[in-house]
């Protein structure tokens, strides 16, 4: 039996979040995400290219693999992160490969973004 084109790949990110409104307008606001409700406990979101979920059935838990997203323009990402309610933990810098920094979300995730130098 042949693979499928999915195999092996990551396909979806849960977050265990305190308050779906609250995850939804800040990775609403930073990064342009969007959603789709699935009653009071849980909501999808799309990034436009990998889906995801919120809810409150799983307690919020700071830590476990860091997320890094992509993106052209980090110091508009950055100034969207904090005007969203984020907090900067990391200050871009450069890396083999570009640049990134790392913010923590309201939950007390830790995520980063990074762009090709």
């Given amino acids: 039996m042949a693979a499928s084109e ?11 979040v305190a308050d779906i409104a609250r995850s939804k307008a800040f990775y609403g606001g930073a990064f342009g995400w969007t959603f789709t409700d699935y009653g009071p406990e849980y909501c999808e979101f ?13 307690p919020p838990g700071p830590g476990g693999p ?4 992509y ?10 992160v904090e005007g969203a309610g984020g ?4 200050p871009v810098y450069d890396f083999p490969g570009g ?14 973004v990074w762009s090709a130098a």
């Fill in 6 to 16: 999915s195999d092996r790949r990551i396909d979806y990110v849960e977050f265990g």
């Fill in 46 to 58: 799309s990034d436009g290219r990998m889906k995801g979920g919120f809810t409150t059935l799983t």
């Fill in 66 to 69: 860091l997320l890094v997203l």
């Fill in 71 to 80: 993106g052209d323009d980090l110091a508009d990402l950055q100034h969207r």
């Fill in 87 to 90: 907090a900067i933990v990391r």
């Fill in 99 to 112: 640049q990134r920094f790392h913010f923590r979300d309201p939950d007390g995730y830790e995520l980063a």
